[in-house]
């Protein structure tokens, strides 16, 4: 089976674009219990592609879709904090969200069907947009037990098996 590993940026000097010291520790450690991946994919913002760097993964691409929100999606949900079940919910109301969503599951479903029999991709990009690509590969699910926003280096990973995305897991990172 195929996954998509889903990864929040790490720490950066706000409101510097590069990342903290401690950003750079938090990967590193992130990074040495993830992997080996097929396709490293981050968002065009520095933090997401120095977090790849930090982990110890060289980036293959990168996508101005995994930049930012489109407009209205905070508004649409209560702002990018605001959870797995918050994102659903709006989406299950339809609107920007559910598109949105929608068009960053077809994304992430192009990445899957590119990789190899059991292949694996690291995608980084940021807070909002995580919750936003689960809730499009996962429109059914009950996410009520998967908790708040992915904080730094957080996110889920998606299985995809045939020609979908069949479940999925959030990562959290324990802090130190």
């Not at 992130?30 to 982990?55: C, H, K, L, Q």
Request: hydrophobic residues 45%; aromatic residues 10%; negative net charge.
């Amino acid at each position: 089976m195929r996954y998509v590993e889903l990864r929040r940026h790490t720490m950066r000097v706000k409101p510097g674009p590069h990342l903290s010291q401690a950003g750079i520790d938090l990967a590193r450690r992130v990074g040495d219990t993830i992997g080996p991946f097929n396709r490293v994919i981050t968002s065009t913002i520095p933090r997401a592609y120095e977090t790849a760097i930090a982990m110890g993964f060289a980036v293959g691409e990168q996508s101005e879709l995994l930049s930012l929100l489109v407009d209205g999606v905070e508004e649409a949900v209560g702002g990018w904090e605001a959870g797995f079940a918050a994102f659903a919910h709006a989406a299950r109301r339809g609107g920007v969200v559910a598109s949105y969503a929608r068009q960053q599951a077809a994304f992430l479903d192009g990445i899957a069907r590119n990789l190899p029999d059991d292949g694996a991709a690291l995608v980084i990009s940021h807070g909002g947009v995580v919750e936003s690509q689960v809730v499009g590969c996962l429109p059914d699910a009950d996410f009520s037990l998967w908790g708040g926003y992915c904080d730094y280096c957080e996110g889920a990973r998606l299985y995809f098996d045939g020609d979908q995305f069949v479940s999925g897991e959030v990562l959290r990172v324990e802090r130190m």
